[in-house]
């Protein structure tokens, strides 16, 4: 089988849709070759002195671990040099990252969640970046955190690397989606699947359990309803996957369907969600879409949520659109 390189692709699709402009298509790849330098910092762990946490903490409030900080500057410093770029955002960082006046600036902006799943680095479980690029808009001078409110239909490109037992890079540049494996060897990204699909159907879902008692009823009344199995008004057994990492879970159901949530709950009603719309379920939704999947936050479209703040977290329910669509509609009953 003839190897395909990441470079290859993105020009055959070029060709093909007229959906990625060279300068996306460098964007894309200076991303790709920050997430190789993020995997070998993983893969290293004690070795490079790369685990364990900070004194610090990020805009979330959340312990910062060496990795999110390292990770974070990699992306950082491979993506301000390129012109590609008019601005980024990171959520480890409270505002945007301006480009330094002595580079060029580009056309696209660039957000990143350097480093998803932290909890996780320290005991040796997947980890990854997830990342979603939108075009500045016409006219701008100087970028401002308002240039960033776009919904998520806006995105031109996302993507995630999932740094496990092998390294992946899942993207989608609105043409379906397509994973990327690692050649560890060679240094390069080797076209693996084609145009993942995520089937309809599932009897799998991804939930983190301890937090039933804070959930609101439509989140209780359809959870209740799997665990019930075959005795329950679904009539099916499902089994229930939770990594704690979103890019490992989305992965999976990738592959093999299911269903991620991560609802709100009744503890901080200032909250309305865990993860970030535009770091976490923006890039995600576009993908799960984009492989025949569903992504709503309980009652909207994810992607037709339009942004207020950089930093602003939703409820999630994403994957096999079946189940998405009997979650959601138990929020409209």
Not at 73 to 87: F, P, Q, S, V
Not at 177 to 187: A, K
């Amino acid at each position: 089988m003839k190897r395909i390189s990441l470079t290859q692709h993105l020009v055959e699709e070029q060709r093909q849709h007229n959906t990625i402009p060279a300068e996306l298509r460098l964007l894309i790849e200076v991303v790709a070759r920050a997430c190789k330098t993020i995997s070998h910092s993983v893969g290293k762990g004690a070795l490079g002195d790369v685990l364990g946490a900070l004194e610090s903490e990020n805009v979330q409030g959340e312990v910062q671990k060496k990795l999110d900080v390292i990770s974070n500057e990699i992306l950082l410093e491979a993506n301000e040099w390129g012109g590609h770029l008019a601005a980024m955002a990171s959520e480890e960082m409270e505002s945007i990252h301006q480009i330094p006046n002595r580079y060029p600036k580009g056309e696209y902006m660039l957000l990143f969640d350097p480093l998803d799943g932290s909890s996780n680095i320290d005991v040796n479980v997947s980890i990854g970046t997830i990342f979603s690029v939108l075009k500045a808009p016409e006219g701008m001078a100087t970028p401002t955190e308002q240039d960033f409110m776009q919904p998520g239909s806006k995105q031109v490109a996302a993507g995630y690397a999932v740094y496990g037992p092998q390294t992946m890079l899942v993207l989608t540049t609105g043409n379906g989606v397509n994973c990327f494996t690692l050649d560890r060897e060679m240094g390069s990204w080797v076209l693996t699947q084609r145009n993942m699909q995520i089937p309809a159907k599932t009897k799998e879902f991804a939930i983190n359990m301890s937090n039933q008692r804070h959930w609101h009823p439509p989140v209780q009344r359809y959870i209740n309803e799997l665990l019930a199995g075959t005795t329950g008004p679904r009539g099916t057994d499902f089994n229930m996957r939770w990594i704690a990492s979103m890019v490992a879970d989305v992965h999976r159901i990738l592959n093999r369907g299911g269903i991620f949530m991560y609802p709100a709950d009744i503890r901080d009603p200032s909250k309305p969600g865990k993860l970030r719309l535009m770091y976490e379920a923006n890039p995600m939704a576009f993908i799960v879409e984009q492989a025949g999947g569903m992504a709503t936050d309980g009652k909207h479209r994810i992607l037709d949520i339009q942004p207020e703040k950089l930093h602003q977290r939703v409820p999630v329910f994403l994957g096999s659109r079946d189940e998405v669509a009997v979650v959601t509609g138990y929020h409209h009953a």
